[in-house]
């Protein structure tokens, strides 16, 4: 076992590090990680932990610390970390956040665009495993704050140990440790860390509850963490065969859902059918706030309901299938994205929908049907032509630049240009792996 952490075998737990990551598994050989590293206790803890882990099977950390550019000292502070970084052979970059005046909730944006920053660079370096060095305060912290905003159990259960993205995926592998045995292994490595002083800011939600939270109380949140976890994970189990049963997808970004099969369904279960779908046909990660979707639930199991909206999309009943009884959900045309050029040998997402491909020699363009229909000489095929007007609408158009063929239409096949390709590719797969809690020996 490598020296950083020999000598803490016997420690339990440090041991849950070592747990969590054989629990992970799914590991190539010489496997490379990147690591999320502020400067402070946590992150710098689980960077030397993670590069011992590393370097005993031949494989290697980068360590990622993004400068969001809102304190005066962050520069000087990723040159601290670049520097340590360096001094024990860790390869390091620091990821720039380049914004102008913030308004609304600077530090939600500040987390969305650290995300993003990392995610990119994980994609370039070809990295498929991010290490964030979240810990079982931060864990008891976050399902305090939720549970004072009376939130429901997927939100109780807090932090997933595992989040799986279409880039690769985040691990969590400090869930189960307290930040004292972290600062412990700092100081017996003799590393120091970085303070950031908006740890200490009650201005903040998330120090106010810090400071609250007792010893007795981060255990107490622990268990009820743990509990949260499995009902969250049965539920999504639950949610997931439901979704094979009565959910169909269309490639061209829709979705049908079978009424008598989600009607059967126990209320949790079918509202987070009806919550996958909407994010899937919507594009979006994040769903609705769960009042408004069981306003929609509630109406839809309504004898006279015809349709609404929510989220971004159109619900509404088939009146073509209505032996069936089938409902639709698809983006409501109103608020898809406008016209989208693509450029020779790149891709680009539209709509957060529709993953654009251009391998063509020219400029590609996409828009909607709805954008495009009132122009002259443009004609629906005949299998759009089938489909209801409110799904049609929201379905891409693609032509390129050169001028020498018309417009083409998603679905991609034998329409499509050559060299152009279209492919529904939602942010949020209407089922994906379910929810891994704390990991502990």
């Not at 370096?125 to 399902?143: N, R």
């Not at 169909?248 to 049908?256: I, K, Q, R, S």
């Amino acid at each position: 076992m490598d020296s950083r952490l020999r000598g803490n075998d016997r420690c339990r737990d440090l041991a849950i590090f070592l747990h969590a990551m054989t629990s992970f598994a799914l590991w190539e050989a010489c496997p490379r990680l990147a690591v999320a590293v502020s400067g402070g206790a946590d992150s710098m803890a689980l960077l030397l932990l993670a590069d011992g882990w590393a370097r005993e099977r031949q494989g290697g950390v980068l360590a990622l610390t993004v400068d969001h550019r809102l304190r005066p000292e962050s520069v000087a502070e990723a040159a601290q970390v670049a520097a340590w970084c360096g001094a024990r052979g860790i390869l390091h970059r620091t990821l720039v956040w380049e914004h102008g005046t913030i308004s609304g909730n600077v530090m939600a944006a500040a987390r969305k665009a650290r995300y993003s920053l990392l995610a990119q660079a994980c994609e370039e370096e070809g990295i498929l495993h991010l290490l964030v060095a979240h810990h079982a305060g931060d864990q008891a912290e976050t399902h305090a704050m939720r549970r004072a905003r009376d939130l429901e159990v997927t939100a109780l259960a807090a932090m997933p140990a595992v989040r799986e993205e279409s880039w690769g995926r985040i691990l969590r592998p400090l869930l189960g440790m307290e930040k004292e045995v972290l600062i412990s292994f700092l100081q017996a490595q003799n590393q120091p860390w970085l303070e950031d002083p908006t740890n200490q800011d009650v201005a903040y939600e998330r120090t106010r509850t810090r400071h609250a939270l007792t010893d007795s109380g981060i255990r107490e949140c622990a268990t009820a963490v743990r509990m949260a976890g499995r009902e969250r994970t049965a539920l999504e189990a639950a949610a997931a065969e439901a979704l094979a049963q009565c959910v169909t997808l269309y490639p061209w970004g829709c979705a049908a859902l079978s009424m008598p099969d989600w009607r059967s369904l126990p209320e949790a279960v079918s509202l987070k059918v009806l919550d996958a779908v909407l994010r899937c046909c919507g594009g979006v990660r994040e769903g609705p706030r769960r009042t408004e979707l069981r306003r929609l639930a509630m109406a839809m199991r309504g004898e006279v309901w015809r349709g609404g909206s929510l989220h971004g999309c159109l619900v509404f009943p088939s009146l073509r299938q209505a032996a069936e009884r089938r409902v639709i959900v698809c983006r409501d045309p109103a608020g898809v994205a406008g016209p989208l050029t693509v450029l020779p040998g790149e891709s680009e997402v539209w709509d957060g929908r529709f993953l654009v491909q251009n391998n063509a020699d020219c400029p590609a363009h996409i828009s909607s049907w709805g954008q495009k229909k009132s122009e002259p000489d443009m004609a629906a095929p005949p299998w759009l032509a089938a489909l209801p007007a409110r799904v049609r609408d929201g379905i891409p158009v693609a032509w390129l630049e050169d001028g020498g063929e018309p417009p083409h239409f998603f679905p991609e096949g034998s329409l499509n240009p050559p060299g152009l390709s279209l492919t529904f590719h939602s942010p949020k797969p209407l089922a994906g792996p379910l929810f891994c809690g704390t990991l502990e020996a």
